[in-house]
């Protein structure tokens, strides 16, 4: 039975390292050859912009350094003005050339297997929000544009989060009841209008009085978390935090 097992576990690895021979795992920024436990070469790591320091403890903006000699709980400028609908945001690093290219790999190319990369920082990321979360929901896409996509990359990094930290995942509570217009290329109050009342909550019971982890892949102007924040609170859930891969470094609202 043992050596059966040695056997199976031998002839795997040389059947992967015939594969490697044969397609070699490449980076998905530049195309470099890596080995298969890498998930970039180190070039390309050393360009992304992690999001790091002090940061408002609502949006997550990086703040100035001299914002951690304060014990207050540190808000940026426009926290400070006015409350969003949403409670907290966390992002891993900038939505830029470098990481929009990864992600839209990940969204658009099958390249599923990223996630692996993307969750582990996003478990850094979000550290200081899972100790309250009660339940993780992805945002949601509407039917059309799943069935043309085939998956939903925000559903595929909830559903790994969730089990990461032990919390339940659901996939059927927030919906979108219409399709939308893409995002991308719209300004502030046009994206604010092409997502309202776009999302709603079905089983409403399962939020009601908790406290929702919303995962998406990025945060633009943030409109898209907001509706459905605005939406899963209308339903009796207590906070709504949004933890994503990337967020922009302009269109703050
Ligand atoms: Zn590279
Ligand atoms: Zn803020």
């Given at each position: 039975m043992r050596n059966t097992s040695k056997l199976t576990a031998f002839f795997k690895k040389q059947i992967l390292n015939l594969i490697d021979f044969l397609f070699p795992p490449q980076?998905?920024?530049?195309d470099a050859v890596i080995q298969r436990s890498q998930i970039m070469c180190d070039t390309c790591f050393h360009k992304i912009h992690f999001i790091t320091g002090p940061i408002c403890a609502r949006c997550g903006w990086p703040l100035p350094i001299t914002a951690v000699e304060s014990d207050e709980k540190m808000l940026c400028a426009k926290c400070l003005k006015k409350r969003k609908k949403y409670d907290k945001a966390r992002a891993v690093f900038f939505y830029d050339t470098f990481s929009r290219f990864a992600i839209l790999k990940f969204k658009?190319?099958?390249?599923?297997?990223l996630r692996r990369f993307f969750v582990h920082y996003m478990l850094q990321a979000g550290q200081d929000l899972f100790e309250k979360t009660d339940i993780v929901l992805p945002v949601p896409m509407y039917w059309t544009r799943k069935a043309k996509r085939k998956y939903n990359q925000a559903a595929i990094l909830a559903e790994e989060i969730a089990r990461k930290i032990h919390k339940p995942y659901a996939a059927n509570i927030l919906v979108k009841v219409r399709n939308t217009h893409s995002q991308e290329n719209k300004s502030g109050l046009e994206r604010i209008k092409n997502v309202r009342n776009a999302f709603d909550v079905k089983h409403k019971e399962q939020i009601f009085g908790k406290i929702i982890l919303l995962i998406d892949d990025v945060l633009t102007t943030g409109s898209t978390a907001q509706a459905c924040a605005k939406a899963l609170k209308k339903n009796g859930a207590k906070a709504v935090y949004v933890l994503t891969i990337a967020r922009s470094r302009h269109n703050r609202y």
């Open positions: 980076c998905p920024y530049c658009n190319a099958d390249r599923t297997d």
